[in-house]
Nanobody
Framework: QVQLVESGGGSVQPGGSLRLSCAAS????????MGWYRQAPGKQRELVAS???????NYADSGKGRFTISRDNPKNTVYLQMNSLKPEDTAVFYC?????????????WGQGTQVTVSS
């Protein structure tokens, strides 16, 4: 079982940048598809971006061109660089590790880190 710890959230003005980090332990990091999700008040949790162990990335339309996901397998860490932040990006951001084995999917979640974009 993998444990995930996010860091890097905070408050920023519109147009600013933040870099989120997620450190993983307790599993074989390279075996997991890593992702960032977010949940705004009153809304469902949604995918922001994901990255496979080989580096293939996928982004929600809301973050394309502004957000970049990356991973450092030797450091067991995944990052989310967020630029040109908007007030609507305000949410709790969660790190996700997904292990796909045959027909089963195991999801692991971090505790979340708050991102607030406000002037």
């Amino acid at each position: 079982q993998v444990q995930l710890v996010e860091s890097g959230g905070g408050s920023v003005q519109p147009g600013g940048s933040l870099r989120l980090s997620c450190a993983a332990s307790g599993g074989i990091f390279s075996a997991y598809v890593m992702g960032w999700y977010r949940q705004a008040p009153g809304k469902q949790r949604e995918l922001v971006a994901s990255i496979t162990s080989g580096g293939r990335t996928n982004y929600a339309d809301s973050g394309k061109g502004r957000f970049t996901i990356s991973r450092d397998n030797p450091k067991n860490t995944v990052y989310l660089q967020m630029n040109s932040l908007k007030p609507e990006d305000t949410a709790v951001f969660y790190c996700n590790a997904r292990l796909i084995r045959g027909g089963s999917v195991d999801d692991y979640w971090g505790q979340g880190t708050q991102v607030t974009v406000s002037s």
